[in-house]
């Protein structure tokens, strides 16, 4: 039964609705399935297989593999250790996709950002943040997002469309190609989109992310973000790697977070936090602070309650101006007093930097201020 239909903001109308179809088959896609898009152990396959109808030495199958994610080549003409007339041939059967660079942005603080275009057009956004010895990489798992999260950039453009596992994992190997040493420590599925629901394609490309044979990232440095989306938690949660989840929590009660998150309609906050209990490694809370709508002493006090039951760490985040028209960021002062009200209840918070500030860093923000140049990016609605 739904009991929040009276506090449903504008955008639930259009959200719910693109919420039905939301598991696009792979077969959908706009792109044909390429050796990029299998995970390494199905493309070996693949790829013997046809070295034997090729009349070719089994050995070039354990030479060309390493090329896909290992030591990968951005052109089969540029894996100098095959014969040029190979080269060719594989160029003609197995072409290797491309992510084309639309837009790079860096930031004083060394963060970077990148804007896809993909095969069809749509853009997509990946962010690389430095820190020490480390180097996160922000990922995007959907081309928009049907969620309309409303302090979201992502959330205002809509759904557009899922990204196979190519053009995911992908995003890490054309940082790998333009520059080896840029090969990130950490992922987190924080980009664009909502990785649980695209979960064929987030699963193809976990394996590729943290596989030996593919780009070989431990799983505990790769972290899935979500709003809670139950099934997709389901088989997240049923892989042996121990992947890391984040939950997109923003409030810790069901009827504050309703307005600020539609999808609490469908998957009830309480059902999200039982369905997190199946994860064996410390779960995170993601909680963006916006003035006067999840920043009170309650709101405090019941989020405290909330991590402590599930022994979650919090990462509180100051709101990025940008992708919240109309919604106003928490004072860095507030920000410090609700950090301190959660760690005097034993809780571990950790106010995140807001990085990159000077270049739109936040969730799909660069994709939206690129089309308003172009005109193409429709009004978001108001919060
Ligand atoms: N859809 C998934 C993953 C992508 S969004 C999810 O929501 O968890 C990843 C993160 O970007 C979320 O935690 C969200 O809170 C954050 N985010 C979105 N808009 C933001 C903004 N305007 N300021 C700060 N963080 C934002
Ligand atoms: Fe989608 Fe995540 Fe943005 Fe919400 S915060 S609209 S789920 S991308």
Not at 50 to 65: D, F, H, N, S
Not at 107 to 115: E, F, I, Q, V
Not at 163 to 181: W, Y
Not at 190 to 204: F, Q, R, S
């Amino acid at each position: 039964m739904d009991t929040h239909d009276g506090a449903a903001t504008p955008r639930d109308v259009t959200t719910t609705a693109q919420m039905q179809g939301y598991l696009v088959p792979m077969s959908a896609l706009p792109t044909a399935p390429t050796l990029l898009d299998l995970s390494p152990t199905v493309a070996a396959s693949r790829l013997a297989e046809w070295v034997v109808e090729a009349g070719l030495p089994g050995y070039r199958t354990r030479q060309l593999l390493p090329r896909l994610w290992q030591r990968p080549v951005g052109a089969w003409s540029e894996a100098s250790d095959i014969p040029a007339e190979l080269r060719e041939r594989l160029q003609q059967i197995w072409p290797l996709s491309r992510l084309e660079l639309a837009t790079m942005q860096t930031s004083a603080d060394g963060t970077r950002k990148y804007l896809w275009r993909l095969q069809d057009g749509e853009l997509i956004e990946s962010v690389l943040i430095p820190s020490g010895a480390r180097r996160t990489l922000c990922i995007s798992s959907q081309a928009g997002c049907a969620l309309g999260c409303v302090f979201c950039a992502t959330g205002t453009m809509g759904f557009r469309r899922n990204l196979s596992p190519f053009e995911i994992a992908g995003q890490v190997r054309e940082l790998v190609l333009r520059d080896p040493s840029d090969k990130p420590t950490n992922i987190v599925f924080m980009g664009m989109g909502e990785p649980l629901l695209n979960w064929p394609a987030v699963d193809t490309a976990l394996t590729i992310l943290n596989s030996p044979e593919g780009l070989g990232i431990g799983a505990r440095h790769i972290t899935v973000s979500t709003v809670g989306i139950i099934p997709g938690m389901e088989k997240l949660a049923a892989r042996p790697e121990q992947f890391r989840l984040a939950i997109s929590l923003h409030s810790p009660d069901e009827e504050r977070r309703l307005p600020l998150m539609p999808i609490e309609k469908k998957y009830h906050l309480k059902q999200v936090l039982e369905a997190a209990k199946a994860f064996s490694k410390r779960i995170t809370f993601e909680y963006v602070l916006i003035a006067g709508k999840n920043d009170t002493n309650r709101d405090a006090d019941d989020l405290a309650r909330l991590a402590r039951r599930m022994g979650a760490l919090v990462n509180l985040l100051p709101l990025h101006p940008g992708g919240a028209p109309g919604l106003t960021p928490t004072t860095p002062h507030r920000i410090r007093e609700f950090a301190d009200r959660l760690k005097t209840q034993g809780i571990e918070a950790v106010v995140r930097r807001s990085r990159g500030l000077d270049i739109s860093a936040a969730c799909g923000q660069l994709r939206v201020e690129v089309e308003a140049r172009k005109g193409k990016h429709r009004e978001p609605s108001a919060p």
